[in-house]
């Protein structure tokens, strides 16, 4: 199957820093990538979809100027978490599908990714 | 608009039991139904998908039919083990007109005692 993969793993930073993620599609082209923010022992609530050469879909009250995404090649999605905050601190998790699926969308999952903001 | 409904957690059962975890959805067109699997600390892994209205998907011993009838798609496995134990969930998709993106159930955990 298709593999996504998410990196880093896991990243601590300071409260007011900001914090990259990248999540890569290492076998097949994705033009369109999805991000997840999943809190403890909850379902994953999309923050953004990811649509190569043009500007995220972001959903409603995600902030947009806060969870910068940009999606600059068909295998490379990247979300900036900017001037951080500890009520930032969540599992990140971003999401690849194939092209042309139609109704068939199948979603390749990367790792995810666990913030900590102290 | 479309949702996925899942029975609550967590559920525990003993190694050997049968499981069953309910879904349910609604969803305005025909959409394809998947069960994913959360292991600790990780991203989801596909568990098994179903297309259209009477498939069964099955994996690893986990079964669910897509019933339009019922808008269900329930999990079953006959017989878990230890290793089973996760949080699973169900989802259905948007087609990719209309953003090709996953809806979620809250999730279902799973621990299996030996």
């Known amino acids: 199957g298709a593999v996504v993969s998410q990196h880093p793993s896991r990243v601590i930073c300071k409260s007011g820093t900001s914090v990259k993620i990248e999540c890569r599609s290492l076998?097949?082209?994705?033009?369109?990538m999805f991000w997840y923010r999943q809190f403890p022992k909850q379902s994953l609530m999309l923050m953004a979809t990811?649509?190569?050469?043009?500007?995220?879909?972001?959903e409603q009250g995600v902030e947009k100027d806060k969870f910068l995404i940009n999606h600059a090649s068909l295998t490379l999605s990247t979300l900036t978490v900017t001037s951080a905050h500890p009520e930032d601190s969540s599992f990140y998790i971003c999401?690849?599908?194939?092209?042309?699926?139609?109704?068939?969308?199948?979603?390749?999952f990367g790792q995810g990714t666990r913030l900590t903001v102290v | 608009g479309d949702s996925v409904t899942q029975m609550e957690g967590p559920v525990t059962l003993s190694e050997e039991a049968f499981l069953t975890i309910n879904c349910t959805y609604t969803a305005t067109g025909y959409p394809s139904l998947f069960w994913y699997v959360q292991y600790p600390g990780e991203g989801l892994q596909l568990l098994l998908k179903a297309t259209k209205a009477d498939d069964k998907g099955s994996n690893k011993g986990f079964e669910a039919t897509y019933r339009k009838e019922t808008t269900s798609f329930h999990l079953e496995k006959g017989s878990v083990q230890v290793s089973d134990s996760a949080v699973y969930f169900c989802?259905?998709?948007?087609?990719?007109?209309?953003?090709?993106?996953?809806?979620f159930g809250q999730g279902t955990e799973l621990s299996v005692k030996p």
């Open positions: 076998d097949f082209q994705a033009t369109t």
């Open positions: 990811s649509n190569e050469g043009s500007k995220a879909t972001y």
């Open positions: 989802a259905l998709s948007v087609p990719a007109n209309q953003g090709g993106k996953l809806i």
């Open positions: 999401s690849a599908s194939l092209p042309g699926q139609g109704w068939n969308t199948e979603a390749f």
